[in-house]
């Protein structure tokens, strides 16, 4: 087996996890003996990510370089939702979770930072987080 191949078995799981993030890879080769794995990662939070996957497999990863730049044109869209007459946070949550997940409206409560969960308005626009 030549040193390509060995190191990218070794390092498979992070390749996959990058993959798996929304990570835009642009090299995985061997450079000066090492597993080089260039990309973009949608955020600094996946870049992270993929970094503990990387010393989950060794901490000290002699034998790999990587180097991954921040492309935000990367990031899923973000969900948003306009309040229309008649809704309410618990019905929000149903819209976008699912039948019998209202209980998640204080998921939109926290994103939105919401005062009073009471009171919403015609026309506010909310972050649905996932």
Request: with cysteine; hydrophobic share 40%; glycine share 8%.
């Amino acid at each position: 087996m030549d040193r390509l191949e060995t190191l990218k078995l070794k390092y498979q799981g992070v390749i996959n996890f990058a993959k798996q993030s929304g990570v835009r890879l642009k090299n995985v080769h061997v450079e000066n003996d090492k597993l080089l794995i260039r990309g973009d990662a949608p955020s600094e939070g996946v870049k992270n990510d993929v970094w503990n996957q990387i010393k989950l497999i060794d901490a000290a990863y002699p034998d790999l370089v990587c180097d991954l730049a921040i492309d935000s044109s990367l990031a899923p869209p973000t969900r948003t939702h306009t309040v229309v007459s008649g809704d309410t946070l618990w019905k929000i949550a149903e819209a976008h979770y699912g039948k019998g997940n209202g209980g998640m409206y204080k998921k939109i409560v926290e994103a939105n930072q919401i005062k009073n969960e009471n009171v919403i308005h015609p026309g506010e626009v909310f972050i649905i987080p996932d």
